[in-house]
């Protein structure tokens, strides 16, 4: 079974998610390890009681981001490691980490990127721009992370219409519930092969729809 890592910051909803769709026998995969910079994080509990291993660990515990990347890279090698998958994540990741994990690192974004994305486009912020943009279609996108802020090839998305009664909040809840029926078909394509990388995009669909 596959060996993951799920970087979380926050509530954790979406490793909740995750491991609820591998407890249905839906995702045959392994989480072995949650690792967060904020250790009040939802994420932890959920972790916690789910039997599964915590690190807290912040670029700002060391002296500098070479030794912090140095630890977290040796962290997931003593356990044998085989994908990331970030849940909201907040932090930066290092680039030396990212070169280290090339086509190993899964992040989800709640917009359909390449729109609204980018720096600064996270949380509600992503929300408030959808609706100030009037678009009518709003959705989710997994994709493998790269040096670049949410430009890392496209795995998988899913699209919803945007209401024109929405708020940010409204839209905001319904892409979150979208996030939890998504991300683990994206974990599970990637764990069962169905997806290949071919110069910088993802071919191939979803073996479960
Ligand atoms: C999600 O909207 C995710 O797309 C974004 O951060 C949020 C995390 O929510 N990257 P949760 O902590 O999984 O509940």
Redesign the pocket.
Known sequence: MKKIAVF?S??????KALVDSQKRGDLHVEFVIVVGNNSGA??FKIAQSNKIETLHISPSHFENIDDYTKTVIAALETRGIELIVL??YMKMIPLDFIEYYENRII????ALLPAFGGQGM??MNIHRAVIGAGVKIAGVTVHFVNGEYDKGAIIYQEAIAVFDEDTPETLSNR??EL?HNTFWRAVKGIVDGTFTLKNGKVFGKISSL
């Open positions: 979380a926050g509530a954790g909803s979406n490793l939802g994420a849940a909201g992040n989800i974004h709640p996270y949380g892409i979150l996030e």
